[in-house]
């Protein structure tokens, strides 16, 4: 088992920055992938950014890249996604998930490859 607490949401203005934080703590030598993904209300949740475990390889939306970069901290077990020059349309909970099957990145764009979410956060950017 893996557990994830996710934080650092909050209320901000359009154009400041945000970064979220994702703890992870249990069987974390399983995990070959994490993922942050957002749901707004009322609409699908939707991909954000993924972080290979162990080799640090990311790869980002397009409705973020320039804006968003993830990266990882071993030591701590942690997975960060900066947010910069946020927008209204970025409000929406933020999940991070751990995938524990290898495979290329593109696999991990994809909710239903990873096996274990943290509760979310919730970012609400203001106009």
């Known amino acids: 088992q893996v557990q994830l607490v996710e934080s650092g949401g909050g209320l901000v203005q359009a154009g400041d920055s945000l970064r979220l934080s994702c703890a992870a703590s249990g069987r974390t030598v399983s995990i070959y992938a994490m993922g942050w993904f957002r749901q707004a209300p009322g609409k699908e949740r939707e991909f954000v950014g993924t972080?290979?475990?162990?080799?640090?390889?990311?790869y980002v939306a397009d409705s973020v890249a320039g804006r968003f970069t993830i990266s990882r901290v071993s030591a701590k077990n942690t997975v960060y996604l900066q947010m910069n020059s946020l927008k209204p349309e970025d409000t929406a909970a933020y999940y991070c998930?751990?995938?524990?099957?290898?495979?290329?990145?593109?696999?991990?764009?994809?909710?239903?490859?990873?096996?274990?979410w943290g509760q979310g956060t919730q970012v609400t950017v203001s106009s």
């Open positions: 972080i290979t475990w162990n080799g640090g390889s990311t």
């Open positions: 998930a751990a995938d524990t099957t290898p495979g290329i990145l593109v696999t991990h764009t994809r909710a239903q490859s990873y096996d274990y």
